[in-house]
């Protein structure tokens, strides 16, 4: 079992920036590419970028690619999601998943091992 608690979400002005951290538990985070998913209000939730078991390799969403970075430090259990030049329309809950296979398929959203619940991210302008 993989338990994961976001945390870093607020409320930030237009053009801002924001850390989100997924601390997970158990041995086995090593084991899961991870990744963060966002689902604003209204809309479904939707694939923003996920990171291999090792760090070595990312997968990102084109549209934010140059504002968001996700990294992870294994020795930690934690990923984080950086974002920059934020716009009101990111605004949206951010979620934190593991995946058994690779941050490819969590780019295809195929089904996810273990979800976080979430962290509200708020952008102002």
């Known amino acids: 079992q993989v338990q994961l608690v976001e945390s870093g979400g607020g409320l930030v002005q237009a053009g801002g920036s924001l850390r989100l951290s997924c601390a997970a538990s158990?041995?086995?985070?090593?084991?899961?590419?991870m990744g963060w998913f966002r689902q604003a209000p209204g809309k479904e939730r939707e694939f923003v970028a996920a990171?291999?078991?090792?760090?070595?390799?990312?997968y990102d969403t084109d549209s934010l690619k140059g504002r968001f970075t996700i990294s992870r430090d294994n020795a930690k259990n934690t990923v984080y999601l950086h974002m920059n030049s934020l716009k009101p329309e990111d605004t949206a809950v951010y979620y934190c998943?593991?995946?058994?296979?690779?941050?490819?398929?969590?780019?295809?959203?195929?089904?996810?091992?273990?979800w976080g619940k979430g962290t509200l991210v708020t952008v102002s302008s």
């Open positions: 990171i291999s078991w090792s760090g070595s390799s990312t």
């Open positions: 158990g041995r086995t985070f090593i084991s899961y590419a």
């Open positions: 998943a593991a995946h058994r296979s690779t941050a490819q398929a969590m780019g295809r959203m195929s089904p996810m091992d273990y």
